[in-house]
C-alpha cells in the first residue's frame, strides 16, 4: 500500500504544475488599466445574448448597449495582444 501523503501532496501539486495558455491573464483588481483596455475588455467579455445567435431579448441589454459588436468585428477581437497592453485604436 503506498503511504498516504506523498500521493496527497502530488494531488494538490499537479494542478499547480499544468500552468495556462498564452491568452490567459491574470485579473488585475487593483489597477483595471486605462480606459482603452477597459473598454477592449467590456467589449470582448460582453455579457448581454447576441441576436444573431439565440432569438432577441428585448430589453436585456442596457440602453448604451442596445447595438451589439457586429460579428465581423467579434472575430477581429479574438486577436492575441501583448498582456498589457492596450489594442490599437480602431
Same mark, same amino acid.
Given at each position: 500500500?503506498?503511504?498516504?501523503?506523498?500521493?496527497?501532496?502530488?494531488?494538490?501539486a499537479?494542478?499547480?504544475?499544468?500552468?495556462?495558455?498564452?491568452? $490567459?491573464?491574470?485579473?488585475?483588481?487593483f489597477?483595471?488599466?486605462?480606459?482603452?483596455?477597459?473598454?477592449?475588455?467590456?467589449?470582448?467579455?460582453?455579457? +448581454?445574448?447576441?441576436?444573431?445567435?439565440?432569438?432577441?431579448? $428585448?430589453?436585456?441589454?442596457?440602453?448604451? +448597449?442596445?447595438?451589439? $459588436?457586429?460579428?465581423?468585428?467579434?472575430?477581429?477581437?479574438?486577436?492575441?495582444?501583448?498582456?498589457?497592453?492596450?489594442?490599437?485604436?480602431?
Amino acid at each position: 500500500m503506498l503511504p498516504l501523503r506523498p500521493l496527497l501532496s502530488l494531488a494538490l501539486a499537479a494542478p499547480l504544475l499544468v500552468g495556462c495558455g498564452p491568452n $490567459v491573464r491574470k485579473p488585475r483588481l487593483f489597477d483595471p488599466g486605462n480606459a482603452a483596455t477597459q473598454r477592449y475588455d467590456a467589449i470582448f467579455h460582453d455579457p +448581454y445574448p447576441m441576436p444573431d445567435v439565440a432569438p432577441e431579448i $428585448v430589453g436585456g441589454r442596457p440602453r448604451g +448597449y442596445q447595438q451589439p $459588436v457586429p460579428e465581423v468585428a467579434r472575430g477581429r477581437g479574438l486577436r492575441p495582444i501583448a498582456p498589457g497592453m492596450a489594442p490599437p485604436p480602431r
